[in-house]
């Protein structure tokens, strides 16, 4: 009759507990959009480390984590310099930093103008 009421008394702890925790999961925020970048990261390098497994797994996620801040990081070079070389200032130069650190490659930022042009005309043939 003891651990009966032993049992009993625990399945009801166990249950108060499940419950408490339920209201925090339903008050969790939406992922930020750097943790959402973050997580798409570490999916495509964790689809490309499938095939391996231990020590070899955690040495091609940390570099391949490694690898994509290191593409993000030569952009901002790539753009910090294309800004220099224009000699941007202020506002102009924040613009164009935000733009060119948006597209996939800094060159595109740097000429929008070329872009924008309509492609030059064959000539008729006769």
């Known amino acids: 009759m003891h651990k009966l ?3 009993a008394a625990s399945a009801l702890l166990a249950a108060n507990f499940a419950l408490a925790q339920a209201p925090a999961a339903a008050d969790k925020k939406a992922p930020s959009e750097k943790q959402l970048r973050q997580q798409e990261r570490m999916k495509a390098c964790n689809d490309e480390a ?4 231990g020590d070899e797994r955690k040495k091609f996620m940390s570099a391949c984590l490694k690898n994509k801040q290191a593409g993000q990081q030569d952009k901002m070079k790539t753009c910090n310099k294309e800004a220099g070389d224009k000699k941007l200032k202020g506002d102009e130069r924040k ?6 650190l948006k597209t996939d490659k800094p060159a595109e930022a740097a000429k929008p103008a070329e872009a924008a042009k309509p492609a030059p005309a064959a000539p008729a043939k006769k």
Do not use: G, I, P, Q
Not at 95 to 100: L, R
């Open 95 to 100: 613009k164009f930093m935000s733009e060119c």
């Open 50 to 53: 499938a095939d391996r497994k």
């Open 5 to 7: 009421m032993l049992v």
